[in-house]
């Protein structure tokens, strides 16, 4: 499939989302990529192996759906929860808990912070919200807005940091 690249014109034609967010910080070449149309993801393993990792780990919570954006849920006090299958910890973890507090702060709602659960590895991480990270947030919705709008894709990044991508073939061939 090839992508539609004057589909976008100025990068502000739908809210964001933390798969947004998530493409954005994990390579914005995707992010454009996929608000073009093109979606390998249902034909990847880790996405899958990710999905049934979020829906196995907390069997008690209930995803919280925005329209734009589903957090994996919230608590009491307004800390929002986000599961990772990753066996790391990401600052692009953070930046996607940061946008879900920024959206739930939109909406009258006095958010407190996030945490990121690992349950892989049975840690987790805590998120602060506060003037700073509201900043960040909305720091990285301008940048995505940015690569949503360009005419035409970033640069790929180096080979080696595409490793296990569902737009890897797309990126560097079959």
Known sequence: MTPSPDRYDDGNDEPLGGVHIKYLCHCPRQLWLYMRGYRPE???????FGEVVAETSFTRRRDVDLGE???????????VHE???????????DAQVRHYCLLLERRGIAVRGGIVHYPLIRRTTEVPWDDDARTLAE??????????????PPERLARGKCRGCSYHDYCWGA
Do not use: C, F
């Open 42 to 48: 249902s034909g990847s393993d880790l996405v899958a």
């Open 83 to 93: 599961t990772k299958s990753s066996r790391a910890a990401s600052a692009d973890h």
């Open 69 to 79: 954006a589903r957090i994996d849920w919230v608590t009491a006090g307004a800390v």
């Open 139 to 152: 720091g990285t919705e301008e940048q995505a807005r940015a690569v949503i709008a360009a005419p035409a």
